[in-house]
Each structure stands twice: as structure tokens, then as C-alpha cells.
């Protein structure tokens, strides 16, 4: 499927092709929801870095979260990089070199119309803010760390790969 998405203000946009296009993890970790999780968690989905197509990048920022150091002596920086407009702060995407051929657009920049998930996972719920309340419905999975399931995993099972 192929998403178009821009930031708020319209300064940035960007075009790719996804095959994992349908809405359906919520990340509740500290990171999503500060830099991008307006109930609490962000949702990402899964494209094509290859098919990524940017205008507007003399307004991109980059932020790479800092993690604490296992010694506890200092932190260093998460591979991850976090795209965002400079101009009015909408989160973008995220994109790891770990994993360069994957970009991750954030379900809450993509314009082109999103199929509806038919259930929910929920993850990272160890980190989540105390006020947070995990919505969704009662059978949805729901794990303190990452999913036993990947994304590419999640879509082909629901029937929604291509």
C-alpha cells in the first residue's frame, strides 16, 4: 500500500510503500509517549526504506534517546533515530540502522486512509505512565516488554500481508 504523510504544519512530507500499513501496536515505553504518544503510547507501522520519498527535509530533526550505561557510569545514544518537523514538533517516522531496509512512519503522520486493526497489541506496558489507562478490548495481547510477534508476523497471520 502506498501512504503519503506530512507533519502538521506541511512542511515536511514524505511518500513509501508499506506492507505492514494497519494500525495495530500501541507502544506505551517512555520514549513514544514523550516524543509522540498523545493518549499515552504511539502506534508504527511498518515500510519500505527504499520507497521513501521526502520533501521538505531542511526541516527534519533527529533525536536518538539516551539510554543509561549498564555500569551505571553515563548513557549512550539508542541506535533508533526519530524523525520529527522542527517547525511544529509532529513525530514523523523511526528508522534503525540495525535494520535499514525497514522504516517506521507513525501511524499519526500518515494522511492516505488506514485500514482498521481488528484487535490491538499492546506493548512495552512496563514502561507506562501511571495515568495511563490501556484501552482496546479485553482479549487483546499485552505484554510488559516487546510482543512475541513481529510486525511483518502480525499482518501475514491476520491475512493482511501481501
Given at each position: 500500500m502506498q501512504l503519503e504523510a506530512s507533519c502538521h504544519c506541511g512542511k515536511v512530507k514524505f511518500s513509501l510503500e508499506s506492507h505492514e500499513p494497519v494500525p495495530f501496536m500501541r507502544?506505551?515505553?517512555?520514549?513514544?509517549?514523550?516524543?509522540a504518544g498523545g493518549g499515552g503510547y504511539a502506534i508504527n507501522l511498518g515500510g519500505e526504506a527504499r520507497s521513501m520519498k521526502v520533501t521538505g527535509k531542511r526541516y527534519l530533526?533527529?533525536?536518538?534517546?539516551?539510554?543509561?550505561d549498564k555500569d551505571g557510569s553515563g548513557?549512550?545514544?539508542?541506535?533508533?533515530?526519530?524523525?520529527?518537523?522542527?517547525?511544529?514538533g509532529s513525530a514523523l517516522w523511526v528508522w534503525d540502522p540495525t535494520w535499514p531496509d525497514l522504516v517506521h512512519p507513525h501511524a499519526s503522520a500518515i494522511d492516505t486512509p488506514?485500514?482498521?486493526?481488528?484487535?490491538?497489541?499492546?506493548?512495552?506496558?512496563?514502561?507506562?505512565?501511571?495515568?495511563?489507562?490501556?484501552?482496546?478490548?479485553?482479549?487483546?495481547?499485552?505484554?510488559?516488554?516487546?510482543?512475541?510477534?513481529?510486525?511483518?508476523?502480525?499482518?501475514?497471520?491476520?491475512?493482511?500481508?501481501?
Open positions: 507502544c506505551y515505553c517512555s520514549i513514544c509517549r514523550k516524543t530533526g533527529i533525536y536518538q534517546a539516551q539510554f543509561p548513557t549512550h545514544p539508542s541506535s533508533a533515530r526519530r524523525y520529527f518537523c522542527t517547525k511544529c488506514l485500514p482498521v486493526p481488528p484487535d490491538n497489541v499492546h506493548c512495552l506496558l512496563d514502561s507506562k505512565a501511571p495515568w495511563v489507562k490501556v484501552e482496546g478490548e479485553p482479549g487483546d495481547p499485552r505484554f510488559g516488554h516487546y510482543p512475541d510477534k513481529s510486525l511483518a508476523q502480525w499482518h501475514k497471520d491476520k491475512g493482511f500481508a501481501q
